[in-house]
Each structure stands twice: as C-alpha cells, then as structure tokens.
C-alpha cells in the first residue's frame, strides 16, 4: 500500500502552476480557455528564462486583466490597438519579447488595421490570438468570427450572411502578408492539444529571439458562459463547429505556407 | 551651449528639436500642413545620429497608440498632426492621460470643422484646453508664435511631461508651421540610457528585474472608489501646474488702456495692430498667453482691474475669449474679433475691430 | 516497476468547471459534493489509479492542480 502523503514530496513533483503567473486569482469563467492560455505563454517564458524581457500588451475583452496575472512588464491597451503599441515598445527595445494577447473583436473587428499593418511591416512581436467567435466580455454579441447561423445577443436568430457577412479567417488573410514569419492556429481544450499549443507559442518566443519578423499564433477557444453550454459541452461544440471552418495546425512555417 | 544660426520651416524646428532634445521615437501619419515633420526626420535618419526611432504609421489611431506603447515603456516619444488627424487620436490621448504617460503631440491646427481647409486656424482650443476626448483630464498646452519657440518648446515639453507624468501639446497653426524663420539650436542631448530611464521612470514596462513587482500601465480601474481617487490625484495635478506652470508674455502692457489677447500667429498680428494703434494715440497692449492650459489666469484678472477692455483675437468663432471672459470676471469690457476656416486676420482689421468692438462699443 | 502518481487540487481556487475529469485517462477525478468558499463544487480524486501523467494539470484554466509522480 502506497499512502499519497509517501509521494507528494518535493522530489516527486511533476507538474506546479507557474511563478510568471501571479498569484491572482483569474476572473475568467469556470473552464474558460483563457485561463489554459495564459498558463502555457507563462510556461514558455519561464521556460526560456525571459521574464526579464516580456512585456505583454493586454487588450480590451474578456483579457482586459491579463496584466494582473502574467508577472512581467505590461500595459492595458485600448481596443484593437495592442499591436500599435507592441510594434513601438518592440522598436524601441529590440532585445525585448513584447507580445499581445488579443481576442477576436479586438483583434479582427475594431483592431484590424493595427493588426494587418503590424504583420505587414513584419514587427518583431508575438500576437496570440483567442478567438471564441463571440464577445464574452460585453455579454456575448456577435463577433466577426461568429460562425454562419450561430446564436449571439445581437444575432438571436443566428449569423446571416444577408444581414451579418462572412465570418473572418484572419489568421488565413495575414498567413499572405510576407511580414508574418509563423502563423499556426492551436486549441487547448485536450492535454494532446495543450502540448501542441505550448511547442507553437514556444517557436513564435523563439523566432522572436531570432528577430524573424511577426510570429501569429491562433488558439481557437470555448466561451461556455457565451455560448450558453458547460464547459465540456462547450469543448465538445468547439470541435465539431468551430474546427470546421478554423482548422486546427500550422499554416505558415519559416515564412513559407506550408501546403494542404 | 554652442548655438548654431539656421533658417527653417516652423515643421522643420520641431523635427529638429526632436533629434537634438535626445528624443526616443516618433510615430506619425502625414497631413497637411504639418507632413514636413515626419519629412524632414526620414531625410535626417535621426536612428543613424542618435537611435531615434522614426516610423510611418498606418493611421493618426495607430501613431498615438504608439506614443502609448513608448510612453508607457518610459521613452520620450511624439507624434505630431493637424486637426483632422488630432481628432482621430482623441482616443489615444485620452488613454495616455489616464495611464499618466509623459508624450509630446503637436497640432499644427488648420481650419475645420470636418476635412475643413489646409490653411491656419486656431480653431481646435476647446479641444487642446478642455481634455478632448472622454473623462476629466488636462493637457498641457504650449502656444509657440514662431519657428524659435516651435524649437524651444519640443525641449520644455519632456521637462513638463516627466516631471508631471503628463501629456504635452505644442498647439501651434498652419502660419507657424509653414513659415520660414532663423532660429538658434543648440547641442544635442543625448537620449536617456536605460540606466537613467531605469531612475527617471520606474512605473515604466521596460522588462521587469527579479527584483521589484511587475509593472502595469493602464487606464483601467473597475472599482469606482479607486478611480475616483485616481481622479482626483489627476486633478491635483493640473491645480499644481496651475500655480507653477504658467507662461505668458506681456507686450506694452504697462501703460495699456485696452489689451489684445492673443496667442500663436494671432498674437503676431495683434503685435503689428499695437503699433498701428500706437500711431494712431491708442494705448494697446499685447498680453500672449504661451501656455493655454493652465491659463493666464490670474495675470489676466490683474490687468482686468488696469484697463478698459479686451479683444481676444483668434482665428475661431470665437473660443479663448471664453477663457478671457471667466478670468476677468466682467470687470472689464471682453470681446471677440476673429476670422475662420483658414482665413487669417489683418493688423488693420484687428486694430478696427478693437476700436468698434471695445473703444466704441 | 510501477509508476504511482498523485495530485493536490487547490480547492479553494478550482473553479468547477470539470475539464480535467475528462482529460484524466485513469477517470481518477471527480466533482466533490462539497463546495469551496465560492461555492464551486471542485475536483478532488477519489481514486488511487493516478499515474502522473499531468494530463488534468495541462488543461485545468486555473492552475490549481499540482502533480507529483515516483518509480516504485
């Protein structure tokens, strides 16, 4: 018989919650991928020993408060124009890791001129991109990634594409810019899926020390309270609904698109 | 300190003081009449000379956004714009006035409302004076009246704005943005090292060391209690450059029955109708406003008891002559005499209007 | 050789929300019926099959499981 308290010991120990997240407790709701997603970019960064060197650049969303939790250097940025802002601190401190963390209405609704013209002029910067295909923050309306027939506050009867358009495949759009270097869209809604997300935002820090020009990682993500589920349900409708038309993988490598 | 003559463009200065006042980056968009800003620094390529770092944004958003991010990372940086453009950073200035960043903005106003024209104004004063966008805040607001000051002020603005943690606008006009004018510039300043950012600006997001807290820049204070606090820290702030930071100057003002008030360009003007009502027997003076905000206040409640009216002068409809009226508390006669959208007043109209206006009237 | 792990939830900071029970390949946790000071029900494990293998911490959004895992 093997008592727990015989292996919970120090020197056992495999896995504990990052010091590069603060202690703060997350206000992100119960399952939210937010949570999983700050976690894996604290990993990297302390992994790589570069705390020292992040600045993160919080958006307006549902991360509005991102900076009270990753413990380095960072500033709130108005709505849609973190990459504005990453691209002058990143220029002005060029051995710094400067990345944003952005959702999708920030990003490719009100931030998309920043956003495309950042990766165009391939700043040195990380973007990690959440996108839920709704705005969690505001109470769940319809988001430029909002699916075709999917159910927001201000599409009650779903997504039309007469009344609403398409939703957005940003991350296929700046994959064609030759300023982004990495473009890969990861989940973390499984462990498999975590570990891939963490290798992905692993290359975009290290092609960032190799000053290679924008590195884009998209993590496709739940928004249960949004999209009225619980968290596993929600994982479950991520995968059969939103991993259709967002395909999980890497898109573009090195600066070439990697083929289909 | 060494000084050197040159003949320069109003833009020009600034670009140059930019370089010499040891300036860290400057974001911009192009816009007439103040492209020859980011113009005259691509030419110079400052990032050679001293590391300055000179970039064309996509937008006037983005370009003060940038100033954010650069603020925020305890760089003195700028951007420079005319109205349109200003109007479009709102957002932006709003944001840095919240988060307390230091930054420079210059206006080189053109006539508005709307694209409006591309020639002078000064149209854009409630705007520079009164916050600008959203919430309860102040700029500090300098006025140059030529190409000299359109130099000077570029260094008085990073004094003020570290000093204050604040945001600075050089409110200058389309006149003094495009003329032509010798001015004397001096050595350059180095730009700061990190070391001396490290002591300058420690709230600053420059990389956190193991050895303090990480430090966040932002805006944002969800529970209202704190951001009532944080207001009021802010407006005890601006009480303070109100007693300490106002400039203005004063011209023959000593035996002066009637004053022009006037700033920039108009002041330039209102300078050539004291000589012309000179001639004529008038006893006018000249009191210019160099800081808008904080206003002359007190100095121009002071002359209020000495003479018997005054003409605020001001290519507007008509906007610091509400500034006027409040100091002098209608202890005197106050008007106002101005041409807009880009139209720029006459010596001879200025001295007619103070003579129907206030002499008459 | 056996390989035995074990895990220590976070309960006052675990959100409920149940991700890891799924993620867990040995079903060693599951929701307590009692509540935390939010009033989440949080996970606990409630068998001794845990391997270490930190599938559960990898996807917990709020950091709150810790792993430990010995040869025997």
Not at chain 2, 286 to 303: D, V
Request: charged share 20%; net charge neutral; glycine share 10%.
């Amino acid at each position: 018989m093997v008592f727990n308290q015989d292996i919970i010991k120090p020197e056992n120990l495999v896995y504990k919650r990052t010091n590069v997240l603060t202690d703060a407790v997350m206000h992100y709701c119960p399952g939210c991928g937010h949570g999983t997603i700050h976690r894996v970019i604290a990993e990297v960064i302390e992994e790589m020993g570069i705390q020292d060197k992040a600045i993160c650049i919080a958006p307006v969303g549902c991360s509005v408060l991102a900076y009270n939790y990753f413990n380095v250097d960072s500033q709130g940025a108005a709505h849609g124009r973190a990459p504005a802002i990453a691209t002058a601190i990143q220029r002005l401190y060029p051995d710094n890791h400067v990345f944003t963390y952005q959702g999708d209405g920030d990003l490719a609704a009100i931030g998309t001129a920043e956003t495309i013209h950042a990766c165009n002029r391939g700043e040195n910067i990380v973007i990690i991109f959440v996108n839920n295909g709704i705005y969690g923050m505001t109470g769940g309306q319809m988001a430029p990634t909002t699916l075709i027939g999917m159910k927001t506050a201000t599409t009650p009867y779903g997504r039309s594409v007469e009344l609403n358009g398409y939703p957005l495949q940003i991350t296929e759009l700046l994959a064609e810019l030759p300023g982004t270097y990495y473009v890969t869209r990861q989940s973390v809604h499984t462990p498999a899926a975590v570990r891939k997300a963490k290798k992905a935002i692993r290359q975009a820090f290290e092609n960032q020390k190799g000053k290679k020009g924008t590195s884009f990682v998209e993590l496709v993500s739940n928004c249960n309270s949004g999209w009225k589920m619980t968290p596993v349900a929600a994982n479950k409708w991520m995968e059969e609904n939103m991993f259709p038309k967002y395909p999980v993988g890497d898109i573009k490598v090195n600066g070439e698109k990697v083929s289909k | 300190m060494a000084k050197e003559l040159k003949l320069m463009k109003g833009n020009e200065a600034i670009a140059e003081a930019a370089i010499r006042s040891g300036c860290d980056g400057y974001f911009g968009y192009p816009i007439t009449p103040q492209s020859e800003v980011m113009e005259y620094l691509m030419l110079e390529k400052p990032w050679e000379k001293t590391g300055m770092v000179v970039l064309q944004a996509e937008s006037e958003t983005s370009s003060i956004n940038m100033v954010y991010g650069g603020a925020g990372a305890g760089k003195k940086v700028m951007t420079s714009s005319s109205s349109p453009g200003i109007s479009l950073m709102q957002e932006g200035m709003t944001y840095l006035a919240g988060a307390e960043l230091p930054c420079l903005v210059v206006n080189v106003v053109r006539g508005g409302p709307g694209l409006g024209t591309i020639q002078p104004s000064q149209a854009d004063y409630f705007q520079a004076t009164k916050g600008g966008g959203h919430g309860d805040y102040q700029l500090y607001v300098l006025a140059p009246a030529s190409v000299q000051e359109m130099y000077d002020f570029v260094f008085d603005a990073w004094e003020i704005a570290f000093k204050y943690r604040n945001p600075v606008m050089i409110l200058s006009d389309g006149a003094i943005g495009q003329v032509m004018e010798k001015l004397y510039v001096g050595d350059y300043v180095p730009r700061w090292t990190d070391e001396q950012i490290h002591k300058i600006a420690p709230w600053a997001t420059f990389g956190k060391p193991a050895s303090r807290d990480h430090n966040i820049i932002t805006s944002l204070e969800l529970d209202s209690a704190k951001q009532e606090l944080h207001n009021q820290k802010l407006q005890a702030k601006y009480r303070e450059m109100e007693r300490n930071e106002v400039r203005f100057e004063e011209i023959n003002c000593e035996d002066a029955e009637y004053l022009f008030v006037a700033y920039g360009s108009s002041a330039r003007i209102a300078q050539k109708a004291i000589q012309l009502g000179r001639e004529k027997g008038i006893k006018v003076g000249l009191l210019r406003p160099i800081t808008l905000f904080p206003f002359p206040t007190k100095k121009l409640a002071e002359l209020s008891k000495k003479v018997k009216g005054m003409l605020s002068v001001e290519m507007s409809a008509g906007q610091m002559v509400m500034d006027v009226k409040l100091a002098t508390e209608g202890r005197c006669k106050v008007e106002h005499y101005g041409r807009f959208g880009g139209m720029i007043p006459t010596p001879h109209e200025v001295l007619e209007a103070l003579e129907e206006k206030i002499i008459k009237g | 050789m056996a390989i035995k792990g074990s895990i220590v939830v976070d309960t006052e900071r675990c959100k409920g929300c149940g991700v890891c029970l799924g993620a867990c390949p040995n079903q060693v946790i599951a929701l307590s019926k009692n509540v935390n000071g939010k009033g989440y029900n949080y996970a606990e494990p409630i068998k001794d099959e845990c391997i270490g293998c930190a599938s559960c911490a990898m996807v917990c959004p709020d950091g709150v499981i810790t792993v430990y895992k010995t040869k025997l």
